[in-house]
């Protein structure tokens, strides 16, 4: 294994560890049906923080899926 294919692996499984944490991050879609039969009261302030945080999650989970993808088939062309 060369220098570029041994960096490129490592980039990989980082990329790789770095999509889970943010897939994982993101809050399910179910979670206002629960909240409302549990009685969660949810403030106006805190929907839309909320709404942010995850389309800040949404959006990264987007390019970093295409970056992972994208270095994923580079390595196979080494």
Do not use: R, Y
Not at 9 to 20: G, Q, W
Not at 48 to 66: F, G, R
Request: with cysteine.
């Amino acid at each position: 294994m060369s220098v570029p294919q041994l960096v490129l692996s490592i980039i990989d499984v980082l990329a790789c560890l770095f999509l889970i944490a943010v897939v994982l991050l993101q809050s399910g879609k179910s979670a206002g049906l629960s909240g409302a039969i549990a009685g969660v009261a949810d403030t106006f302030l805190a929907k839309n923080k909320a709404k942010s945080w995850d389309a800040k999650l949404a959006k990264m989970t987007k390019w970093v899926a295409i970056g992972f993808m994208v270095l994923t088939f580079v390595m196979c062309l080494l």
